[in-house]
């Protein structure tokens, strides 16, 4: 199973970027999606997940990103909006069998990784 992460940029505070992470090698609708990201000198954090119909944000995003998927693409998206300075890091897509995986943040397929940076 492969990921490939794309969508990343500059973009200013208040802006919006959408991330797609295209999925390829595996059956897609079996798959718990996630989104994660690690910041300079931070540890790596979930940002959202869905699994099995049900989704799930980080305190910090909730409101402003919403992610979605489309199993005829293969493809999870995480809509990004009023970005904060903070968010800034490198967003990575996972997946995994196992929601469970994705809940604990150790999923079995990483895609590469997009830079996201908001300058104030």
């Known amino acids: 199973v492969q990921l490939q992460a794309s969508g990343g940029g500059l973009v200013q505070a208040g802006g919006s970027l959408k991330l797609s992470c295209a999925v390829s090698?595996?059956?897609?609708?079996?798959?718990?999606m996630g989104w994660f990201r690690q910041a300079p000198g931070k540890e790596r954090e979930f940002v959202a997940r869905?699994?099995?119909?049900?989704?799930y944000y980080a305190d910090s995003v909730k409101g402003r990103f919403t992610i979605s998927r489309d199993n005829t693409k293969n493809t999870v998206y995480l809509q990004m909006n009023s970005l904060k300075p903070e968010d800034t890091a490198v967003y990575y897509c996972?997946?995994?069998?196992?929601?469970?995986?994705?809940?604990?943040?150790?999923?079995?397929?990483w895609g590469q990784g997009t830079q996201v940076t908001v300058s104030s």
């Open positions: 090698g595996g059956t897609f609708r079996s798959y718990a």
């Open positions: 996972a997946g995994d069998l196992s929601s469970r995986a994705v809940l604990d943040g150790k999923p079995m397929y």
């Open positions: 869905w699994n099995g119909g049900f989704i």
